[in-house]
């Protein structure tokens, strides 16, 4: 066993000698080769071959800015030391990398190339502006398929160096493509059938194209005219043609001649060519396209004519007459008829004018002799001897009279009693009413009148000297149908007239006579004539019926004549009173014999005892507050509430709340005319938060009763208050008080908004009372229950801008009146302050609320022409109250009067017209249950009149 391990250890030892030696002999390897690499380095290093000089491809150049341009460097000798240093002397003008030179800035620079041992060549780079545009010299070409085309560029301004970096490109090769050529040119060829667009881009983007439209090539060529016979010494222009295909270079049609001893051709513009006969014989005119189509032209090349004739050889003419007459050759030939010379030996008794071809136009001057002559390009002439005469003095029709019938045709004929003429073909039939009869000249002196429709014609002759004849032609044909201008008149006011017209067909039948009757004359009454009249509003059935028992039918709707109406209610109303208040009247309560009302001037309440309308008088004025004023007086349980505002204006920065007041509410007994009460409403902040330190404040500003119970008082901006008078009408206990401020008196941060509380009204539908208050900027009526009055619930709001069907914008119109008479509430509609003037832009009329349902109130607003409307309303703008009489509805307009509206239907308010009420600013309206309205006026010393029968 110790033997074993023995010789496993000398054997170990000998494995670790041998991997000794191995790596001894590698590194020996390794250090003899590496003196052999560096010995060989070191002769071919002490052999290599000196540079001599160096030479660029190009020794100037020019650039457009931001143009690449590659230089190339040659060394002499070239070896491995031959590599070169590129410079440029001003690199904002030109920058060089490898040779490659990039243009900057205008401007001139030189681009170096240097050995390493100090060879150089240079270059001289001149920068120009880059072009800002690149044009082609056509714009679009139509070739044939296989037809070269070639096109060039130019640039307007700018420069480039390099023609070889123009981009060419087809949009579609498939149909022509493009091959570069010599500098800015370009071969397009055509492919196939199709439009391209053939495109050069520059260097820096700039591009420019052509359209290029390729049709197929064309399969055969025509020479026109393709055989020809000329007479020996004239000259004849031929052209040719393709019947399919196109090509774009007329300039590569290739002529050739057959015989050039016969015929000498002169390639002409375009696609034409001139010969010239030169003696007897035959030549054939070859035409050659690009794709080797061809077309021949046959020539014949006769002796010139030895003769000519005109055709007739005499002719006699009446003066003034025309004639044409035409020349012939017996022998010899000639292409060209415009060669032709036409002479008259005189002029002055026959002028020749050159036709068409070989034809010449003759004029008769005088009474007299002349001869007409013709010249050919040989000069061989021939004459035609002309006489004429004195002109036709008259002409006859025969017949002078015709009767026909529709269809019917007949043959007339003329004759002159004196004169001449020569040319029948000269006679000139005509009609005067193509519609009734038509003519058309028939052989010689006939003619044939065809007749068409009912109706009379003229039917004339007329001679070359203007002579004329005449024949009248009457022409009849009978009615087959009657037809009334419509068959419904649906808007026919009361006492309004108009008249229905009728259509006999077919056009032009012979006149019958019309009855017309009223299936209802009560309603509608129609006279012979077709005139119609409203007479009461129904309809009624309008009968138009012919002897021949032809007949049509309309339906007349009569509908009410509000014009008529309004000039019937002006004839009915009176004027008992009239009196001045001293002050504007905005304020008005009526009780039986006594009004009641306060005007600015007064700033008080007055009395008047109007038992003798004609004489008015002043009972007594009580109450009121210096600098301010009402606008709306109630009445309840025999009190009188009258708020009062603050004269000043509504908006402000700061204020002393305990000093400063927002308005008071007098209490007035009924019975002695006595102030018994005054509550003072403090000035409260109200602050929109927008910013601007805007803050506004609650004014009192009007009020409304409701069965000797309820009391509400609307304070605007500062929102409302609702009292209980049942019990102390002089002392009321407050219910409820809406206090805007904790509702958000602004409808948004930004002030698009104020909700302003204006007219309270109180209305029951028998269950509940509802309170209804309008709302001033663009609200138009809040609606609360009162079901349990000390927490009154909002059950329907309104802004007018809701109300989208009338387009409104939400700055321009508001509402201050309305005025409860269950199911409706009647709104007034006007438009903001600064807006009466635009008329197209706003509305002013009456928004009409059924609430029948208070679940689905239906809103709808009628509104004033804008002709009977104010545009130049002061303060607030009209209209702002609203009253409802036994059967109309009024409204103040201001500088207009007031405003009447029929209520003949209730839910649809009739605009009448404006009652002219004498003074020029309305500004308030009242009516009382036994028919009387009073009106108030705004700055005009109070005046207040009275009217009875609206």
């Known amino acids: 066993m110790k033997t074993e391990i023995k010789k496993l250890k000398t054997n170990k030892q000998y494995i670790q000698l041998t991997t ?197 090539a064309p399969t055969s060529v025509t020479i026109n005219p393709s055989n020809l016979i000329l007479g020996v010494g004239e000259k004849y222009t031929i052209s040719e043609s393709t019947n399919s295909g196109s090509y774009a270079n007329s300039s590569n049609l290739e002529w050739s001649n057959s015989n050039s001893n016969v015929i000498t051709f002169t390639k002409g513009s375009a696609n034409k060519a001139t010969l010239t006969a030169k003696k007897s014989g035959t030549s054939t005119i070859k035409i050659t396209l690009y794709n080797g189509k061809t077309a021949t032209c046959k020539v014949t090349v006769k002796s010139a004519p030895s003769s000519v004739k005109i055709n007739p050889t005499s002719l006699t003419l009446g003066m003034g007459e025309t004639c044409t007459v035409s020349e012939t050759t017996n022998s010899g030939s000639y292409a060209n008829a415009s060669f032709l010379k036409w002479s008259s030996s005189d002029s002055n008794i026959v002028s020749v004018a050159k036709g068409i071809g070989n034809k010449a136009n003759l004029t008769a001057k005088s009474t007299g002799t002349a001869k007409i002559t013709i010249t050919l390009y040989n000069g061989r002439t021939a004459a035609c001897n002309v006489t004429v005469k004195s002109a036709p003095i008259s002409v006859n029709v025969n017949p002078s009279n015709l009767t026909l019938y529709s269809g019917e045709s007949y043959t007339i004929s003329e004759y002159t009693n004196s004169g001449s003429y020569a040319n029948a073909s000269n006679l000139n039939w005509s009609s005067s009413n193509l519609n009734v009869a038509e003519v058309t000249k028939g052989s010689g002196n006939k003619a044939i009148i065809s007749a068409k429709s009912k109706g009379k014609a003229t039917v004339t002759i007329k001679l070359y000297n203007g002579k004329t004849a005449c024949c009248n032609v009457k022409v009849k044909i009978k009615a087959t149908s009657l037809d009334l201008n419509t068959n419904s008149v649906t808007d026919l006011k009361v006492g309004d007239s108009c008249k229905l017209s009728y259509t006999l067909s077919p056009l032009g039948c012979e006149q019958q006579n019309i009855f017309f009757t009223s299936s209802d004359p009560d309603i509608v009454s129609v006279d012979n004539s077709g ?231 109180f209305y029951t539908d028998g269950t509940t009372v509802y309170l209804a208050i309008s709302g001033y900027d663009r609200d138009l009526v809040k609606i609360y229950d009162l079901s349990t009055p000390d927490a009154p619930v909002c059950v329907y709001t309104c802004n007018i801008r809701q109300i989208s069907n009338n387009n409104l914008n939400q700055a321009t119109n508001h509402t201050m009146g309305l005025v409860c008479n269950f199911p409706y509430i009647y709104c007034t509609v006007a438009p903001l302050h600064g807006k009466t003037n635009d008329l197209e832009n706003t509305i002013a009329g009456v928004a009409v609320l059924n609430v029948s349902n208070i679940n689905n109130v239906q809103t709808k607003i009628f509104t004033i022409p804008n002709e009977y409307r104010t545009v130049n309303a002061g303060g607030e703008t009209s209209p702002q109250s609203i009253a409802i009489t036994k059967n109309h509805l009024i409204m103040d307009n201001f500088d207009k009067g007031i405003s009447v509206w029929s209520l003949s239907n209730p839910s649809q308010p009739d605009f009448l017209g404006n009652l002219d009420t004498g003074a020029t600013k309305v500004c308030s309206v009242l009516s009382t249950d036994d028919g009387r309205a009073f009106v108030g006026t705004e700055f005009q010393g109070g005046n207040l009149t009275m009217y009875r029968g609206l």
Request: charged share 15%; proline share 3%.
């Open 20 to 216: 000794m030696l191995l790596t001894l002999f590698t590194v020996i390897i390794c250090v003899v080769l590496t003196i052999e690499i560096t010995s060989l380095n070191y002769s071919a290093a002490t052999t290599r071959t000196v540079v001599a000089g160096v030479s660029l491809d190009k020794t100037s150049i020019i650039l457009g800015i931001g143009e690449n341009y590659k230089l190339t460097s040659t060394t002499t000798p070239s070896n491995e030391n031959s590599s070169v240093t590129w410079s440029s002397s001003n690199t904002s003008v030109a920058m060089v990398k490898s040779g490659t030179v990039t243009a900057k800035s205008t401007g001139v620079t030189t681009i170096k190339a240097t050995t390493k041992n100090g060879k150089t060549a240079s270059c001289k780079v001149t920068v120009k502006f880059a072009p800002n545009s690149v044009n082609l010299n056509t714009s679009s070409a139509t070739l044939g398929v296989g037809e070269n085309f070639q096109i060039s560029e130019c640039t307007n301004n700018g420069s480039y160096a390099n023609a070889d970096n123009l981009k060419w490109s087809s949009s579609n090769p498939n149909v022509a493509t493009v091959k570069k050529g010599v500098s800015n040119k370009a071969t397009i060829t055509a492919k196939g059938t199709g439009t391209t667009t053939v495109k050069i881009t520059l260097y820096n983007g700039k591009t420019a194209s052509c359209k290029i439209t390729v049709k197929p």
């Open 531 to 761: 005139q119609i009249t409203g007479k009461s509003i129904g309809s009624a059935i309008i009968t138009a019926k012919t002897s021949s028992g032809l007949f049509d039918q309309c339906i007349v709707n009569v509908v009410r004549n509000l014009d008529a109406e309004f000039q019937d209610l002006l004839k009915t109303l009176t004027q008992p009173l009239s009196m001045n208040t001293a002050g504007s009247t905005r304020a008005l309560y009526v009780d039986n014999k006594y009004l009641y009302h306060c005007s600015n001037a007064k700033q008080a309440v007055s009395k008047v005892d109007i038992s003798d309308e004609s004489a008015p008088t002043l009972v007594k004025t009580v109450g009121g507050h210096a600098k301010v004023y009402t606008r709306g007086i109630a009445a309840g349980n025999g009190y009188l509430y009258v708020p009062y505002r603050d004269q000043k204006g509504g908006t402000f920065t700061s204020f002393d709340s305990d000093t400063d007041i927002g308005g008071y509410l007098d209490i007035i007994n009924l019975n002695d005319f006595t102030l018994k009460n005054t509550i003072t409403y403090s000035r409260e902040s109200y602050n929109p938060g927008d910013g601007n330190g805007t803050r506004y404040y609650g004014k009192s500003h009007n009020a409304a009763t409701y069965n000797d119970k309820y009391l509400c008082v609307t304070q605007q901006i500062g929102g409302w208050l609702l009292y209980d008078i049942s019990t102390t009408p002089d002392n009321p206990t407050l219910l409820y008080k809406y206090d805007n401020r904790a509702q958000s008196c602004i409808e948004s941060a930004s002030g698009e908004g104020v909700t302003e509380f204006q007219k309270p009204a």
